[in-house]
T-cell receptor, first 121, second 111 residues
Framework: GAVVSQHPSWVICKSGTSVKIECRSL??????MFWYRQFPKQSLMLMAT?????????EQGVEKDKFLINHASLTLSTLTVTSAHPEDSSFYICSARTRQGVGTDPRVTQYFGPGTRLTVL | GEDVEQSLFLSVREGDSSVINCTYT??????LYWYKQEPGAGLQLLTY?????DMKQDQRLTVLLNKKDKHLSLRIADTQTGDSAIYFC???????????FGTGTRLKVLA
């Protein structure tokens, strides 16, 4: 249980275009989803916290107008990278927070998706 | 602020034990986690420890926590080539569901 998927797994786009990444919780309802970015050979940096039905909370230094997050349902959150530039090329990982008691261990509160590799040419 | 540090690289021979270290700064952390990331892949949860525990063992994995020094370690016994990956520690900040990840340790297992 507690499986999180991301789509697409990789995407290549031209500079200036927008790219949407989906994060889905497949077998549980996620009250909160988190979006991380990982540059090559670096750690995961939290970008934003997304609560279902409300505006996302962005971490310091993350442009909310560039990284649009929509969490329209308890099983889906989307991250749209607008007007993408080569410096936005990165590995984007989402995670979903479970309600208490869901998943294999209720003390593990975030389940991670497999990631989406974005390359902007 | 929150800061989680790890050594960048570790190289061991197959069959030896590996010890990956992590230091953190948030004394209010409730849970600390270890994740494994293979090339081009997402995160795989290996194990976790609650902040009031000193040690946790799970098959080949042993986690040690020194809360006074804010030091966490992961020991992998009988390391195999399939253990080659990047290992991240993460702390769950007290009072939140946020995870703060360490810088990652790249483990290379030599045959």
């Amino acid at each position: 249980g507690a499986v999180v998927s991301q789509h697409p797994s990789w995407v290549i786009c031209k500079s200036g275009t927008s790219v949407k990444i989906e994060c889905r919780s497949l077998d549980f309802q996620a009250t909160t989803m988190f979006w991380y970015r990982q540059f090559p050979k670096q750690s995961l940096m939290l970008m934003a916290t997304s609560n279902e039905g409300s505006k996302a909370t962005y971490e310091q230094g993350v442009e909310k107008d560039k990284f649009l997050i929509n969490h329209a349902s308890l099983t889906l959150s989307t991250l749209t990278v607008t007007s993408a530039h080569p410096e936005d090329s990165s590995f984007y990982i989402c995670s979903a927070r479970t309600r208490q008691g869901v998943g294999t261990d209720p003390r593990v509160t975030q389940y991670f998706g497999p990631g989406t590799r974005l390359t902007v040419l | 602020g929150e800061d989680v540090e790890q050594s960048l690289f570790l190289s061991v021979r197959e069959g030896d034990s590996s010890v990956i270290n992590c230091t953190y700064t948030d004394s209010s952390s409730t849970y600390l986690y270890w994740y494994k990331q293979e090339p081009g892949a997402g995160l795989q949860l290996l194990t976790y420890i609650f902040s009031n525990m000193d040690m946790k063992q799970d098959q080949r994995l042993t986690v040690l926590l020194n809360k006074k020094d804010k030091h966490l370690s992961l020991r992998i016994a009988d390391t195999q080539t399939g253990d080659s990956a990047i290992y991240f520690c993460a702390e769950r900040a007290g009072g939140t569901y946020k995870y703060i990840f360490g810088t990652g340790t790249r483990l290379k297992v030599l045959a």
